[in-house]
């Protein structure tokens, strides 16, 4: 990390080539090649894994969930079928599918039956004043907050304010009690060190940190430093 950083600055999510993947997969779809189209979506899918959640990902999942069920409808495939729309209905429960979707109707009406999780209640709270909370990527608006009638199972939580590093968290909603979460952002040192190295004309530089047996940290600096 950054010499004296709080923190490694997080990945940013390949949205761009997964977006190239779905666009592809949606060109062999129009074409009725179906292998290639499982393919790309496939890919697709299992590159927004570690991203699910987060508010950039948002419009990118929904669009894959969607292109899930319009091929395995396509390839009549009913079990498929109920596992795409399922998966559909969790993620964004109480939601039709995108304007674009080649859905019929009948999908549409089939993903309105599908089971809902019961209610569960979260309750976020953060140590910065006007902290912004998402929900599954969607802005929910500032901590503390309670949402109730919120489904069972695993929520995202992002949570960011100004000068801080943004707080990613998994949570598993129960309806058996409330879920409380305590976000404990960092502050974000990263640029001011960095204005400061160069108001006095010093270059950033990397700290490796290593186990040491007398103090449990021994600090080195790489030879091309």
């Not at 999908?107 to 569960?120: D, H, I, K, S």
């Not at 976000?183 to 010093?202: H, M, T, W």
Request: glycine content about 8%.
């Amino acid at each position: 990390f950054w010499l004296g950083a709080s923190a490694p600055v997080p990945p940013q999510p390949p949205l761009a080539e997964i977006k190239q993947a779905v666009d592809r997969a949606r060109r062999a779809f129009q074409r009725f090649r179906l292998e290639e189209t499982s393919k790309g979506l496939s890919a697709a899918d299992q590159g927004l894994e570690a991203w699910r959640g987060l508010p950039e990902a948002l419009d990118l999942e929904r669009d894959v969930l969607a292109d899930l069920v319009s091929l395995a409808h396509a390839e009549r495939e009913e079990a498929r079928l109920d596992q795409a729309l399922a998966r559909y209905a969790a993620r964004f429960p109480g939601e039709g599918p995108p304007p674009r979707a080649p859905w019929p109707p009948a999908l549409t009406e089939r993903l309105g039956r599908q089971p809902t999780p019961g209610p569960a209640t979260l309750v976020v709270r953060a140590n910065a004043e006007g902290a912004r909370v998402w929900l599954d990527g969607r802005p929910i608006g500032t901590a503390p907050l309670t949402l109730t009638q919120l489904t069972e199972g695993p929520h995202r939580v992002v949570v960011e304010a100004q000068r801080m590093m943004r707080f990613d968290k998994v949570v598993a909603a129960s309806g058996a009690q409330p879920t409380e979460l305590d976000a404990k952002l960092q502050p974000d040192l990263g640029p001011e060190l960095a204005k400061a190295s160069l108001e006095r004309g010093l270059s950033p530089c990397l700290l490796y940190t290593s186990p040491s047996p007398r103090d449990g940290f021994l600090s080195r600096m790489p030879s091309s430093a």
